[in-house]
């Protein structure tokens, strides 16, 4: 069955705008920056929509699928577009499901909750932790998939072994039909007449019906006999679910790929979450022996048993993961314990006895602490996207990456594999969910060079046939056909099969027009394969949009991460065409931080920006640059705070200064809601002449502090703080002259002028052996500094600097001294910790925290969302206010479910946020300042 004939290209302008009419326009999108950002999903495919939908209603489901049957336009459904096999692209509708995101009940008693498709696994699972409760199917993508695509693809994961896949897992869906009307697809008892009553209201429902009456012998004879299957529809499913007595939807709709019809909800079934977990990591010398161990390891019932071969955990780097040069292979077991009666440590201890039979390159790693376990974890599960690193061309390619053979013959299928791949000269990565027989296959191939192209499409067809001719397998356990196994589900199931299958579809989809060339398609699987992002260095994972604050708030890719390295590294790209996202970027750098590619969107962003600096921020900073003329002013501002800094005179100060913010940003302003920091009238550096050393650069101490703008300018107690800690630990730091660090000057374009200052402080803090902040961006810009100044002169001082830079919670973590601490107060506070991006992208995650649970009188509560970005982002709370506000509201959710006194944090950007956002429901404190009120207390 081939897709419909497309639309055709004049009428694509009408597309957008009839959908603007009919949903909101709001809703509907059509520009150069949306249409290149839903160009692609996690697969090696292009195709380039008219229109995107993001609909919040089932009535917006409903209007658009009626209008693409009407006019024949191909529609096809997305959530977080993670999928590697091209299922949520297409040439006509994209309907993004994302901003339909609601838990609508939840039922911790019966263990179900009733939710919508837009909700991503971890936020899901997130909220079901807190009733002890758990979704089973875990894709190794769960950070970042939502549930519409779990359940189109009937995804599955490591933990299938024990909760089996999302089709195990449904009760019921809410389908939209391609008639525009609505079907509830439960599990209807053969005998209950509402069933009956569907079967004549609904004719796609009674052609099914057939079909599984007339060729139940044929479905069961091509039954698949391996663990797991996602290839077709699930036609056995629904044969299983007649036998029981039930006419079993749900089995239909989930794997169906958005090719029978659109998810508006799903009630799915929950498990307790166990009370304890082990995870074991066990490197073997030889594969065979893994072959012969995995019967062994599956008699402890294990709820993951996965696998990495040879080449992959040498792609991955051994060095870098701790993997011993001579190990084979690796596996990955976990085991829960669900009642206080079952000990994980003898199971461990068993474990290893066992293990120690066979020749392992190491002992095996055996994790309780749920910190160390996600740190076995962290590998495996960005596995893909890691492979990115491994060459600038060869990348990894998915076109045979989720077979299925007998679990018994695993190292079979590997040793197969290997040979193939050597013969062909190919690296491979092979990896995967042993304990089904589900292996991930993953060449790196060059696709734009003919001989690897051709060595794809060869691998393709020997691969494919070999495992359902030697191995009796499956092509396709868990990922869905797409675009990518389409022509070959043919094959798998033979005509008479799949013929069934192009009925299901007719009946269902009779005008062709829901997700088109996806699962039931002739094409060969090489038709748009996107040969231009495939030698870029971005595996489009999303993994960055999971971290992304404006993702968050705004649920479109073109407000992504993900989508901003597409847009900005187009051939099409233009500041013109994509101003307006291009400014929307936070320059937060969680994305970096997450990129298991090593790609930094932020920087590629800040490139664009540099080749069109904002004048109206040149102007502010270059007198910013004159230090001395600037600090007279803001002393002047310093002495009339008490004035402008009344309400009234903020809404003044507000609406005057509107035209002139503009010059900044569209929606810049100085919000009257703003908490601001009291400005300083003596600066920090007037309050410690004596540490500033005097004529000339030559260092008189160890240690300088690099106070920044903000804890000299501001009056908050920061600067003292962090100048008395250093003195508690022995060191009289200098304050050395400097410039502001850079992070704000480049977020605005200002490139040559962040470097000017950079040039200065280079120069300032050249002779000491450490350079402390306090503040979180000027940790991470001096840090950086050796990428601002890339194959320039100054990059060797710049790459000297940064090993010097410590923030003070790692100037204090490695002290020796340890000043006495005490309480202040009698009753213990709980205290957070708000983990600033800038902190965490230059590294330093776990001192402050150590800092904060080793303070007398404080009770550490890891709250959650600690790691996400809290919206202020330098200015960013000046350039676009309202929406700094949509982001700062999940911290502020999160901070009152830890139930925290106190936020401490390191960003003077942050304190201001929280602050604004918190309104004086939690105190905001730097954690120098919790640290010297502690050594205050001791010495009182
Ligand atoms: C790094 C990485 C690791 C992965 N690991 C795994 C893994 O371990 N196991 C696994 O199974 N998969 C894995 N995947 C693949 C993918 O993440 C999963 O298939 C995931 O469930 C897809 O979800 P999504 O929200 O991204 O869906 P999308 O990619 O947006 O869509 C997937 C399919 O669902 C359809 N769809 C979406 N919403 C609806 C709706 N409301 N109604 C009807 N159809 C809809 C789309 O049309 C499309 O056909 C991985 C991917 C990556 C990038
Ligand atoms: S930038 Fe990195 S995290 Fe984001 S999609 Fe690309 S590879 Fe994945
Ligand atoms: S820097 Fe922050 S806002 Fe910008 S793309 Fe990365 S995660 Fe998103």
């Known amino acids: 069955m081939t897709a419909p004939t497309l639309i055709l290209p004049d009428r694509s302008h009408a597309i957008a705008s009839d959908l603007r009419a009919t949903i909101g326009a709001d809703k509907v999108k059509d520009d150069y920056s949306t249409l290149t950002a839903y160009a692609v999903d996690a697969s090696i495919y292009r195709m380039t929509p008219k229109a995107v939908v993001l609909v919040e209603t089932e009535e917006d489901i409903a209007a658009t699928v009626r209008y693409a049957v009407q006019r024949s336009i191909p529609v096809t459904p997305r959530a977080a577009g993670t999928n590697l096999t091209g299922s949520a692209i297409g040439s006509g509708i994209i309907l993004d499901i994302s901003r339909m995101n609601r838990i609508l009940e939840l039922n911790r008693e019966e263990r179900w909750a009733r939710i919508q498709p837009g909700i991503v696994l971890a936020e899901l699972n997130k909220r079901l932790a807190r009733d002890g409760l758990l979704f089973g199917p875990d894709p190794s993508s769960g950070e970042m998939c939502k549930l519409g695509g779990m359940l189109a693809n009937n995804s599955s994961g490591p933990h299938t072994l024990r909760y089996g896949a999302v089709k195990d897992n449904v009760a019921a869906l809410r389908v939209c039909l391609q008639s525009g009307e609505w079907l509830n697809a439960k599990a209807y008892g053969l005998d209950d007449p509402f069933c009956a009553e569907l079967l004549k209201v609904h004719r796609p429902l009674h ?15 091509k039954r698949p006999t391996v663990s797991k299957n996602s290839c077709g529809y699930n036609l056995f499913g629904l044969a299983d679910g007649l036998a029981r007595g039930c006419f079993d939807l749900p089995k239909l709709f989930v794997g169906s790929e958005g090719t029978l019809g659109l998810f508006s909800e799903a009630t799915i079934t929950l498990v307790e979450k166990p ?79 066992i293990c120690r039979r066979y020749r392992l390159a190491s002992d095996p790693v055996m994790a309780f602490d749920p910190e160390q376990r996600d740190q076995l974890w962290k590998a495996r599960k960005a596995l893909y996207p890691t492979l990115y690193r491994f060459d600038p061309k060869k990348k990894p390619i998915n076109f045979v990456d989720d077979v299925v053979v007998p679990a018994e013959r695993i190292s079979e299928l590997i040793r197969y594999l290997e040979e193939f791949f050597a013969g062909q000269r190919v690296p491979v990565a092979i990896f995967g969910h042993i304990g089904n027989g589900n292996a991930h296959i993953i060449p790196l191939l060059d696709v734009n060079n003919q001989d690897d192209f051709q060595k794809m499409v060869q691998g393709y067809h020997e691969i494919h046939q070999t495992v359902l001719g030697r191995f009796g397998g499956s092509i396709c356990g868990e990922h869905g056909d797409g675009r990518v196994r389409a022509e070959y589900v043919k094959t798998m199931f033979g005509p008479e099969l799949y013929n069934l299958f192009v009925r299901v579809k007719q009946s269902f989809d009779p005008s062709g027009v829901l997700n088109p060339g996806i699962k039931i398609s002739d094409k060969p699987f090489t038709d748009h394969i996107d040969y231009e ?38 051939k099409n790209y233009s500041y013109l065409n994509s101003k307006r996202v291009v400014e929307a970027c936070l320059n937060c750098k969680s994305c970096r931080t997450a990129c298991p590619a090593g790609v930094d969107v932020s920087q590629l962003i800040l490139d664009r920006r540099a080749e069109h600096p904002n004048k109206m921020a040149g102007l502010i900073f270059r007198f910013h640059a004159q230090t001395a003329r600037f600090e007279q002013f803001l002393k002047l501002l310093a002495r009339y705070q008490s004035i402008w800094d009344r309400p009234l005179m903020r809404r003044l100060i507000d609406r005057v200064t509107k035209p002139f913010m503009r010059g900044l940003a569209e929606t810049a302003r100085l919000s009257p809601q703003l908490v601001l920091p009291r400005l300083a009238t003596r600066q920090l550096r007037d309050r410690y002449p004596e540490l500033i050393p005097q004529g000339g650069p030559a260092a008189r101490s ?91 002169p100054e990059q060797a001082a710049a790459q000297a600097l940064a090993k010097r830079v410590t923030h003070i919670s790692e100037f204090v973590s490695q002290s020796p001294v340890k000043p006495a601490m005490a309480s202040q107060q009698p009753t213990k506070c709980k205290v957070a910790y708000h983990s600033s991006c800038h902190l965490r992208a230059a590294g330093v995650t776990k001192e402050p925290r150590a800092i904060l649970r080793g303070l007398p009188g404080v009770e550490y509560v890891e709250m959650p969302d600690a790691d996400r970005c809290a919206g202020g982002a330098g200015t960013y709370l000046v350039k676009d206010f309202e929406t700094s506000q949509r982001i700062v509201e999940r911290k502020r959710q999160a901070i009152e479910q830890s139930g925290a006194e106190i936020v401490a944090t390191s960003c003077p950007a942050c304190m201001i946020q929280l602050r604004t956002g918190l309104q004086g429901t939690a105190e905001v404190k730097h954690v120098a300042q919790l640290l010297q009120e502690a050594y205050d207390a001791a010495d009182r």
């Open 207 to 221: 052609d099914l019906w057939s079909l599984l009456q007339d060729y139940a012998a044929l479905i069961s004879q």
């Open 275 to 353: 009370r304890a977990t082990l995870t074991a990591l066990i490197h073997f010398h030889r594969l065979e022996d893994v072959g012969d161990a995995v019967p062994k390891l599956l008699e402890f019932r294990p709820s993951a048993l996965e696998v990495m071969d040879a080449n992959t955990l040498n792609l991955i780097g051994r060095p870098k993961h701790g993997i011993p040069a001579d190990a084979a292979a690796t596996l990955l077991v976990e085991l829960d314990a669900d009642d206080a009666g079952i000990d994980l440590r003898a199971q461990a201890e068993r474990m290893t006895e």
């Open 533 to 570: 992002r495939l030698s870029k260095s971005c595996a489009t994972c999303a993994k960055c949009n999971a971290v992304c604050p404006v993702y968050d708030v705004f649920q479109s890719e073109d407000m992504s991460s993900r989508g901003w390295f597409e847009i900005v590294t187009d």
């Open 702 to 792: 160890p240690v300088a502090y690099f106070h920044g703008c903000a804890a000299n300018y501001f009056d908050d107690g920061v600067g003292d703080a962090v100048i008395a800690v250093l003195r508690k630990h022995g060191a009289e730091p200098d304050l050395p002259p400097q410039r502001c660090s850079g992070t704000p000057i480049e977020t605005y374009g200002h490139r040559a002028l962040a470097k000017e200052g950079a040039r200065v402080n280079l120069a300032s803090m050249a002779g000491y052996d450490k350079v402390v902040t306090g503040c979180a961006s000027c940790t991470l810009m001096l840090k950086d500094y050796p990428t601002l100044f890339a194959g320039e």
